[in-house]
């Protein structure tokens, strides 16, 4: 599955530093704005302990984890629409990604200069979140000229275009996401086409000091979570200098040092599912001897589309899969003992993947 995350944010919230830390990359983080000039792309895997123990019940010659895309775009400014800092190079990457990783900074640091020389969270989304709709309507109010010569012939499908469209000015007009405009089923198809930045789903990432990570009052990751809710979006709270620290040591010692704090997981881990998540994203898996591997496909997938994750001539191919459930094989640590308890199924064409299922395709070669 080819889908990303786009890490933006204002200059010197830690984006890169995040980055880094998700990647082990090694993206540029300096103190001074526009450090990142073209965008970071990593491929990440997504933890998962189930994969773990799929492989220590079938004892495979090799474990293939799921993959996420993140791709580190430069530090936004106000007036970006209009080409500030280098705004629109920077807007058409956004433009590429499937989701929003938007961080915001939550600490107080007279060391890391701020762009509006004060920490305020709601004003630093503010800033950002208004850039994306002035590019989103500068774009859409192009697309409605050629689409309204159209529909003025008579077009019937250019009159439906432009019915969304008008939807969505509106909105963006009003300085509202295009996100937040109620479109049905066959609208958001039409809507998709339009490439808008805002009408991508957003995850929140507020960066705080590693001596505020056990600090649950942080008034300003507050401000974040609070303003976050209002937008039904999620939010994860992480040290990014902490994160990059511990991300070079063995995964051993970074549990045994997250355990010493007190944390079961790094905040990378969070983010990463999170991201995943937001992306309509769900985990199936194949196991036997040779492999045992995690696969991704979206939330709603059939066997068929499932299938053809693995290979594209899968989906014609298909002709059942079996299925057993993640929970029957942990509870019994062998696939035999979930047979016999019958809780193998045989699934056909109309069968929609669960996130969890572990899965035998049958198919036609």
């Known amino acids: 599955m080819a889908l990303n995350c786009g890490i933006v944010g204002l200059p010197n919230v830690g984006k890169s530093t995040i980055f880094n830390a998700l990647t082990k990359a090694g993206a540029q983080a300096a103190n001074y704005p526009f450090c990142t000039i073209e965008p970071n792309t990593g491929v990440v895997e997504v933890p998962d302990e189930r994969l773990a123990r799929l492989a220590n019940i079938y004892k495979p010659k090799r474990t293939v984890p799921t993959m996420i895309e993140f ?13 500030e800092g280098l705004g629109n190079q920077f807007l058409s990457h956004i433009r590429e990604v499937d989701a929003i990783c938007h961080v915001v900074r939550a600490f107080q640091d007279e060391n890391i200069t701020h762009v509006h020389g004060k920490v305020d969270p709601i004003e630093d989304i503010t800033v950002i979140n208004y850039e994306l709709i002035l590019a989103d309507l500068d774009s859409l109010e192009k697309q409605q000229q050629r689409v309204s010569k159209t529909a003025k012939t ?41 490439n808008l930045i805002t009408i991508k789903p957003v995850l929140y990432v507020a960066n705080i000091l590693d001596s505020d990570v056990k600090n649950t009052e942080n008034p300003l990751v507050k401000q974040i979570t609070e303003y976050a809710k209002k937008e039904g979006a999620p939010v994860v709270v992480l040290c990014g200098r ?65 299938a053809s994750v693995i290979h594209s001539d899968f989906e014609k191919g298909y002709i059942r899969a079996e299925v057993m459930r993640y929970e029957d094989l942990d509870r019994t640590g062998d696939a035999a003992k979930v047979k016999e308890e019958g809780k193998l199924r045989v699934e056909g064409k109309e069968y929609i993947v669960q996130d969890g299922d572990v899965i035998y395709f049958r198919v036609n070669a």
């Open 71 to 83: 791709v580190d775009i430069a530090g936004l400014v106000k007036g970006a629409s209009q080409g």
């Open 154 to 194: 008579g077009n019937k499908e250019a009159a439906e275009i432009l019915s969304v469209m008008d939807k969505i000015l509106d909105a963006l007009k009003k300085g509202n996401r295009a996100s937040t405009v109620e479109l049905s089923e066959e609208e958001h198809k039409i809507a998709k086409k339009f």
């Open 242 to 306: 902490f994160e990059e620290e511990i991300s070079g040591l063995e995964k051993e010692d970074q549990l045994a040092f997250l355990e010493e704090i007190g944390e079961k997981e790094s905040g990378l881990s969070r983010m990463i599912r999170a991201s995943y998540q937001l992306l309509g994203l769900i985990t199936f898996f194949t196991a036997g001897v040779e492999e045992v591997r995690a696969w991704t496909t979206k939330q709603g997938s059939s066997g068929p589309v499932a």
